[in-house]
């Protein structure tokens, strides 16, 4: 479906974030993924369990049921389905059908996330998680910013989409971490097995006012932001001001901020929109100095969400239409095709990657 061909939708056989950590209590908490109702909560233990939220009795949502122990009990009719999905009770009858259970998915909770594989969960490869580790998000010396999170009105391409094409800033966030000179800047494309990366070096970059107030920034400035693309939906990156005329390989930045972003399909035309960012020790100095007013900064985040919002609002109401692709559309464009081959990789047995979208 747009913005991704006709028929594909998302692939099945890898992680999405599906929560922040906190989000995942005793309570249950419904949430879609990938066009399926699931419901999250914890066991007595803490654990974090997935069910499928539709009671296969009569479609009561799980998600606005009883969790007792580690088991959710239906709000309807009472049937209890164990944290692995088995029906253990339906108040009704003594037999069990052995066809009454609800699927489990399996998850991860790791750094602030909870992580789910909506394909089959004895397939759920550990080895395919983006490792913050190894993408230097967990340095302990930097400080973390507490994760945001959005359910965005536009299905998740286009947030996607938006991530991979940073020349948006520009326009979109020119009050903000815009720059007028973001969009007319070359951008580097690199890439790997699944993922595509976008690199710009804007030397004697222009400044917003609000990141001069904000940041603290003073004088000339070079800048670089990169965003990584991890497919299915994790973007992560810096942007980093160093003095006029340094070498960005060997000088240090005055600013150095990384972001990271996830993006989960939730229905066939919403999405979920997961973002938190980290500082390093002297520019958390320089923001504290110069503290960035709250509102401002959660508006670029919001500035985006809106715009998807829009977006998705001409797509219900007139329909899809033939895109009209700019030369700045190249490196998003790789990164849909790749993402529509990992997609297509999947075998047709995984209906639900395939479902007949349009
Ligand atoms: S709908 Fe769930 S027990 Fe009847
Ligand atoms: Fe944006």
Known sequence: MYPLSAGLYAPRNRWYVAARSSEVSRAPLERFILNEPVVFYRTEAGEPVALAGRCPHRGYPLGRSRIEGDAVICGYHGLRFEADGRCSHIPSQAIIPPNCRVKAYAVVELWDWIWIWPGEAETADLARLPDHQALGLTD?????????????????????????????????HADTIGGGD??????????????????????????????????????????????????????????????????????APMLDIRIFHAVTPATLTQCHYFASSAVDPATYALSARFPPDPASAIRIFTEDVEAIGEIERLLGAVGEFQELPLRSDVHALRGRRMLENMILAEKPADAGALRSVS
Not at 191 to 206: D, M, N, Y
Not at 231 to 241: E, L, N, T, V
């Open 182 to 251: 973001v969009a007319g800047t070359e951008e580097r494309h690199e890439e790997g097995e699944g993922w595509v990366r976008s690199l710009r070096w804007i030397p004697k970059a222009t400044v917003t006012d609000w990141v001069r107030k904000s940041r603290g920034v003073e004088g000339e400035v070079d800048r670089e932001i990169m965003l990584t693309f991890i497919a299915p939906g994790f973007h992560h990156g810096h942007d980093r001001y160093f003095p006029a005329g340094s070498d960005p390989v060997k000088d």
């Open 140 to 172: 302990p010396a930097w400080i973390k910013r507490p994760p945001l999170y959005w359910q965005v009105e536009g299905r998740y391409q286009l947030l996607n989409d938006n991530l991979l094409d940073l020349s948006h800033l520009t326009i979109l």
